[in-house]
């Protein structure tokens, strides 16, 4: 995933908006993120993905999203439709493969 591909589909909030705002505030909380342009607050998709970033600028880890976007955008349709995550999306955000 780039900086300008939406990990917030619902809100439409691209990586690299996510990073800056991490960068920039530094919240102690993963939930925080919401305050960036409401990420996270709609289906909640895109949940276990922000708290990976939040977990990687917390170890000091470059903030990456290691998901092809279509198959994350096609997860997400699978996941309001059906209320759970596809096997080929881990609970955070990676491909298992
Ligand atoms: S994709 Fe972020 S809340 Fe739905």
Not at 22 to 43: F, H, M, N, Q, W
Not at 45 to 51: A, F, Y
Not at 59 to 71: F, K, L, Q, S, T
Request: glycine share 10%.
């Amino acid at each position: 995933m780039g900086p300008d591909d939406n990990v917030c589909l619902c809100f439409h909030v691209p990586l690299g908006k996510i990073r800056a705002y991490i960068k920039r505030e530094d919240p102690p909380v993963a939930s925080l993120i919401s305050e960036c342009l409401g990420a996270g607050t709609g289906c909640g998709w895109c949940v276990p993905v922000l708290k990976q970033l939040h977990r990687q600028h917390q170890a000091g880890e470059p903030m990456e999203v290691r998901v092809d976007p279509e198959i994350y955008a096609s997860g997400r349709r699978s996941y309001r439709k059906t209320g759970e995550r596809p096997d080929e999306t881990a609970s955070d955000g990676r491909t298992s493969s």
